[in-house]
DNA sequence: CTTTTTCACATACCGATGGTACGCGAATTC
DNA sequence: GAATTCGCGTACCATCGGTATGTGAAAAAG
């Protein structure tokens, strides 16, 4: 069927090597201090080939995040697609969206660089198209649903996906294993106070 | 009384400027995109002057940082301090937090480039120790005279700082007025759930 | 099969940036 | 008034992100 080619094929390679090193070192040390030489010295190819597959550290950046976003809307879209209950679907997403945000390989990029480095508002626009829209989708069915009041949804989605972004973070850091619990309780507490009438 | 002198006033008047341009440029186009050379020359003043008052453009963010948040801080603490009530004290807190941190100038240095810069953990403790004490403190009282549920205050403190900051982001770049009362008022009913038994 | 074109990538280079070493001169101290 | 401090300017450096150009193999054209 597809017939590749030698050329499409090395291109994919070396361009998945700049995304998957670069995406590892941002990881570990943050956008600021990695040299595009460290990128590419680890990917294993030049300068050349960077610029080659993307505009700038800054557009290399930005398809790393979109990577990182899509993965975690993927789980979040997972874990809510697994109850039918539109409720649950909005408090199994949250749950899933903290496990996920909460893990190391994604926090730095998603979290801290990513609004930094692409400024908050191009950060918002992608984050609003991966995985905050499913918050924001959630919501607005339940609102239409009557489960929660009537209201703007926006606000609301705002003030819960900030909440969960800060609370992942700080579990990250964290040792203490119950302050997950805690924190998943608080949360859930928070999100109940929703259909309160 | 104080003797002052040429030389000590000259000192202060130069780091001043130095805390005063980078804070405006920093504000204005984020740090990664201002120079030190474009401070200096801001400042009227050369980069020999800068490295003998900070330890370089890390540590003159730092001291910028820490201005914003102290200046946040106290408007906090004032706003909550007017009233006797602890649960207003929470909730006037709260609404101040949101206002102050919804101005332009406070924004991307203490909320965006904060945590990229400085690191999210070093970042956070410079939130403890200046505006999110204050919630901290709030919490914890009332959790002791028995208003809200007794619970681990850590988690709840990280739940509403993350949504306050996100709202307030969010705020800022809104047009439409109304966003602010919606806000303010989906803020209020999450505080009021805290209450409930 | 031969020629031509494409293109993925390497090499070499540039201006700007953060940072350092050192010198100077006026204010302070003795 | 001599000695010393120190706030700051000057000159310089390594490294950074970014660009221009070369090259060789794969693909297309003949």
Redesign the pocket.
Known sequence: MTER????R??E???RALLGESRRLFTERGYGA????EI?GAAG?????L???FD???ELFRAVLEDVQQEVGRRVAEAAGAHEDSWDQLVFGCREFLAATTAPGIQRIMLVDGPAVLGWTAWRAMDEASSARHLTEALTVLVDEGVVPAQPVAPLAHLLSGAMNEAALWLATSTDPADLEHTTAALDRMLDALRAA
Do not use: D
């Open positions: 080619g030698v050329r499409v090395q291109r390679e070396t361009r990695v040299s595009l030489a590419v190819v030049t300068k050349g080939a610029y080659h597959h700038g550290k800054e």
